[in-house]
Nanobody, 115 residues
Framework: QVQLVESGGGLVQAGGSLRLSCAASGGIFRINYMGWYRQVSGKQRELVADGTRQGSTNYADSVKGRFTISRDNTKNTVYLQMNSLKPEDTAVYYC?????????WGQGTQVTVSS
């Protein structure tokens, strides 16, 4: 069973930056896909960014040019660098991983951007 542990959320002013980290353990040899989703209370969880072990990445239009997903395969860790944060980026951010898609989920970390 894959376990995902996120860190790095918090409160930041608009225009600021945060870096989220997600470390995977247990059954990690099956992980090809890793990514980040976010969810606002009362709304559906939405993709922020994702990528594969081979290096391909994908971003939501709303974060392109501001967020960067990266991963360290030697540490089985995926990162989300978030720059130029906006109040509308406020959400619980979830790390996800799997072989071909989001099969496993972290507990979530709160990101709050004040105006």
């Amino acid at each position: 069973q894959v376990q995902l542990v996120e860190s790095g959320g918090g409160l930041v002013q608009a225009g600021g930056s945060l870096r989220l980290s997600c470390a995977a353990s247990g059954g990690i040899f099956r992980i090809n896909y890793m990514g980040w989703y976010r969810q606002v209370s009362g709304k559906q969880r939405e993709l922020v960014a994702d990528g594969t072990r081979q290096g391909s990445t994908n971003y939501a239009d709303s974060v392109k040019g501001r967020f960067t997903i990266s991963r360290d395969n030697t540490k089985n860790t995926v990162y989300l660098q978030m720059n130029s944060l906006k109040p509308e980026d406020t959400a619980v951010y979830y790390c996800t991983a799997g072989f071909g898609g989001p099969n496993y989920w972290g507990q979530g970390t709160q990101v709050t951007v004040s105006s």
